[in-house]
């Protein structure tokens, strides 16, 4: 399983993006999928994740209200709709790769190779 992640940039605060993932894999529609982020100095962190359908998704409480996880599963691609981003969301955006929507969130089983979201002030 391999995944691309693309759409970071450099975006002022209040402003958007929308990052992408597409997964090369002929199950995707079977994974939950996750966005994690990785702040300079700081751990990476769970930001969203996705179920299988998309019935059912998951947010850490700093972006709630202001991203959206979605998924195309004719296209094999997760999305992240950020938007009124702030200077704190400043990191590197990574998705994953869940067995389930509750692994997605701790136990991720891929990775993609991250791609950077700078906000400036």
């Known amino acids: 399983v391999q995944l691309q992640a693309s759409g970071g940039g450099l975006v002022q605060a209040g402003g958007s993006l929308r990052l992408s993932c597409v997964v090369s894999t002929r199950t995707f529609s079977s994974y939950a999928m996750a966005w994690f982020r990785q702040a300079p100095g700081k751990e990476r962190e769970f930001v969203a994740s996705?179920?299988?359908?998309?019935?059912?998704?998951y947010y850490t409480d700093s972006v709630k209200g202001r991203f959206t996880i979605s998924r195309d599963n004719a296209e094999k691609t997760v999305y992240l709709q950020m938007n009124s981003l702030k200077v704190e969301d400043t990191a590197v955006y990574y998705c994953?790769?869940?067995?389930?929507?509750?692994?997605?969130?701790?136990?991720?089983?891929?990775w993609g190779q991250g791609t950077q979201v700078t906000v400036s002030s």
């Open positions: 994953a790769v869940g067995l389930s929507i509750a692994a997605s969130r701790t136990r991720p089983a891929y």
């Open positions: 996705i179920s299988y359908s998309g019935g059912s998704t």
